[in-house]
């Protein structure tokens, strides 16, 4: 007689814990008074309908009658996050290696370094804009300031981390032939880190394209400025063109930037 092999169960849910239990009843709450205090409203949204309806065909068809300063403040736009990305990215570069644990002069460097791009990586796009425009005035400058800021949140950490993730053999080997720190940081740990580096660079470069649009409403420059004055004198029509040459603009970014990933991982592999 033979044998039946055992059934396969399907897993069941284990029973949680009273502090488990207790923990999501306390996440719901706080979910539930978040709603609350978001003001959503399904009235509301409804009320809106007709309104975001009537704003719709309002912006139908695109107007043209403006095409020629848009498309300069588009290309004003990315020349914004091009610049602001690159001059953040040769910023981040020696921060993350005063901020990586392998190759930092002093744990108390590090440490300062850390918690400088922490505080410059928390305080949001829209403040540094804010700030920059007292300081420097409205325009082009103060938004590209404000992209180097961010670039450097963004690339420092990711950039430090690739370069504590790199193989110690070849520095090492530098160091035994007598080469200083920075010739190996130079010769080795940068040429080795590279790939990651620009897989980096190439994905702050498509967050600053975004985020180069919404300084334009705060007075940064760009593309954004020209949403605002169009929205302000309900000239939707003109707005439609200005979404949709931003949509261009970030998906135009967006695919070269995603053709050049995936060239630089086949080289890898």
């Given at each position: 007689?033979?044998?039946?092999?055992?059934?396969?169960?399907p897993?069941?849910?284990?029973?949680?814990?009273?502090?488990?239990?207790?923990?999501?009843?306390?996440?719901?709450?706080?979910?539930?008074?978040?709603?609350?205090?978001?003001?959503?409203?399904?009235?509301?949204?409804?009320?809106?309908?007709?309104?975001?309806?009537?704003?719709?065909?309002?912006?139908?068809?695109?107007?043209?009658?403006?095409?020629?300063?848009?498309?300069?403040?588009?290309?004003?736009?990315?020349?914004?996050?091009?610049?602001?990305?690159?001059?953040?990215?040769?910023?981040?570069?020696?921060?993350?290696?005063?901020?990586?644990?392998?190759?930092?002069?002093?744990?108390?460097?590090?440490?300062?370094?850390?918690?400088?791009?922490?505080?410059?990586?928390?305080?949001?796009?829209?403040?540094?804009?804010?700030?920059?425009?007292?300081?420097?005035?409205?325009?082009?400058?103060?938004?590209?300031?404000?992209?180097?800021?961010?670039?450097?949140?963004?690339?420092?950490?990711?950039?430090?981390?690739?370069?504590?993730?790199?193989?110690?053999?070849?520095?090492?080997?530098?160091?035994?032939?007598?080469?200083?720190?920075?010739?190996?940081?130079?010769?080795?740990?940068?040429?080795?880190?590279?790939?990651?580096?620009?897989?980096?660079?190439?994905?702050?470069?498509?967050?600053?394209?975004?985020?180069?649009?919404?300084?334009?409403?705060?007075?940064?420059?760009?593309?954004?400025?020209?949403?605002?004055?169009?929205?302000?004198?309900?000239?939707?029509?003109?707005?439609?063109?200005?979404?949709?040459?931003?949509?261009?603009l970030?998906?135009?970014?967006?695919?070269?930037?995603?053709?050049?990933?995936?060239?630089?991982l086949?080289?890898?592999?």
């Amino acid at each position: 007689m033979t044998e039946k092999s055992p059934v396969n169960l399907p897993a069941r849910f284990e029973r949680p814990s009273p502090g488990s239990l207790l923990a999501f009843l306390a996440f719901v709450a706080l979910l539930a008074w978040s709603i609350s205090a978001a003001g959503i409203s399904v009235s509301e949204l409804l009320t809106g309908l007709p309104n975001m309806a009537k704003i719709a065909s309002e912006m139908m068809p695109p107007a043209t009658d403006r095409l020629q300063p848009m498309m300069y403040s588009v290309w004003v736009t990315f020349q914004m996050a091009l610049v602001g990305t690159v001059i953040g990215i040769g910023i981040s570069l020696p921060l993350a290696v005063l901020m990586s644990r392998n190759y930092t002069p002093h744990q108390v460097v590090r440490a300062f370094i850390r918690s400088l791009v922490s505080f410059i990586r928390t305080i949001p796009d829209l403040a540094w804009a804010l700030f920059f425009v007292a300081s420097v005035g409205l325009g082009p400058f103060a938004g590209t300031l404000t992209l180097v800021m961010d670039t450097i949140g963004f690339c420092a950490r990711f950039f430090a981390e690739s370069i504590e993730e790199v193989e110690e053999g070849p520095p090492e080997a530098l160091a035994a032939i007598g080469a200083s720190k920075l010739s190996v940081i130079l010769c080795a740990i940068l040429p080795m880190s590279m790939p990651s580096l620009i897989n980096t660079g190439l994905f702050a470069l498509e967050k600053a394209v975004r985020s180069s649009v919404v300084l334009g409403l705060v007075g940064a420059g760009g593309i954004g400025a020209e949403l605002a004055t169009s929205m302000e004198l309900f000239r939707f029509d003109q707005a439609a063109t200005i979404i949709l040459m931003i949509f261009l603009l970030v998906l135009g970014v967006e695919k070269v930037s995603s053709r050049a990933r995936t060239s630089l991982l086949k080289k890898r592999q």
